[in-house]
């Protein structure tokens, strides 16, 4: 069976998987044959990405409405989402395991703290004088890795790890102007820098989002070697998260999804 892997964030539009998905364990029900009537037309999107979904052979699998639900192949769908699925005939389940679950269950994958240890020795960097963070396995470029993410002193440290061969794939250090940012200085909205504030930052955002929105979290943070403003915001089901230059005021990043 093949196996893919990966960590998409959200299944775009409309997708209600068979209602299966809600278990890891599915148990087919008995067989049985009928005529329905179906609403074709349905597509998918995975991330914002058009998806197809195929069958093992490769050919192109309908997606349809039928009684107000969505139906979609599971496998196709569920690997593209980063699960392992696998039908037992013996039983008559399909079985669904999440990624990080396969992650962990594979002897094969190194653990965080191995990528962590992996990551300071080549920085050359005691672990008591780091602070992380981030240390999250990812799915990029067809493989699984450890985005290892701190700071030492002054300098900002980006790692990618792979997570069967503990081998680097990148790496990367930036100390131009970099200065760790302070409590206070996230609460007053300035520093030597003049950033724009917290409250400044807040009305950029919530000024290019739908009537509605309303702002969850806004922190001062070090990307990349300059000082960003990160705010996550709310409006019903959609989530949106923004990244603004804290001393420019510019839009950086912006990216929606439907919780």
């Not at 037309?41 to 192109?60: K, Y």
């Not at 302070?182 to 955002?205: M, N, V």
Request: charge should be negative; charged fraction near 25%.
């Amino acid at each position: 069976m093949n196996k893919q892997m990966g960590y998409w964030k959200g299944f775009g539009s409309c997708l209600i998987l068979l209602a299966m998905i809600v278990g890891l364990g599915v148990t087919a029900g008995a067989a049985s044959k009928r005529s329905i009537e179906v609403e074709d037309g349905v597509s998918l999107s995975i991330n914002g990405a058009d998806f197809t979904p195929r069958d093992v052979n490769g050919r192109e699998v309908p997606v349809f409405r039928y009684n107000g639900t969505v139906y979609a192949p599971v496998r196709a769908v569920c690997e593209a989402a980063g699960m392992d699925v696998e039908y037992v005939s013996s039983t008559g389940t399909v079985e669904l395991t999440t990624a990080d679950r396969v992650a962990w269950e594979n002897p094969d994958y190194i653990s965080g703290d191995e990528a962590k240890a992996i990551a300071l020795k080549n920085a050359g960097v005691a672990e008591s004088d780091a602070v992380f963070l981030k240390v999250k396995l990812d799915w990029d470029d067809g493989r699984p890795g450890y985005d290892v993410e701190f700071y030492s002193g002054n300098v900002e440290y980006d790692y990618e790890i792979h997570a069967v061969t503990g081998a680097i794939l990148e790496n990367d250090r930036d100390m131009e102007n970099f200065r760790i940012p302070t409590a206070a200085a996230a609460s007053s909205g300035s520093t030597s820098q003049d950033l724009i504030g917290t409250e400044r930052a807040k009305e950029i955002a919530l000024a290019q989002a739908p009537s509605g929105t309303w702002v969850k979290e806004c922190k001062l943070d070090w990307d990349d070697g300059q000082a960003v403003y990160e705010l996550e915001m709310r409006n019903g089901r959609m989530e949106y998260e923004c990244e603004i230059g804290a001393a420019s005021g510019t839009i950086l990043k912006w990216e929606s999804d439907y919780d």
